[in-house]
């Protein structure tokens, strides 16, 4: 088993990365949003708004279920 230390160092490095991912990702959507007049499809817009969810119960400081759980659940109904 990891210590508390021991998973951050060793996950720091790949977790940032993958939230800077998510970030460019979002920013590109809304520069896309912006271009079009903010026409998007309704689909589109489900799925923005099921990844802002899914961020909010990621950074869930105290999660009343495991986070991973959470979210399979949330992507299996969204």
């Not at 990702?25 to 079009?36: E, I, T």
């Not at 999660?63 to 969204?78: E, I, M, N, S, Y």
């Amino acid at each position: 088993m990891l210590t508390p230390l021991q998973v951050v160092e060793n996950y720091f490095l790949e977790s940032r990365h993958q939230i800077l991912e998510i970030a460019a990702m979002m920013d590109r959507y809304d520069a896309a949003m912006q271009r079009s007049g903010g026409n998007g499809a309704a689909a589109t817009e489900q799925k923005i708004t099921l990844l802002r969810k899914a961020l909010a119960i990621a950074a869930d400081p105290k999660p009343a279920q495991d986070r991973t759980v959470a979210l399979l659940d949330l992507f299996a109904t969204g």
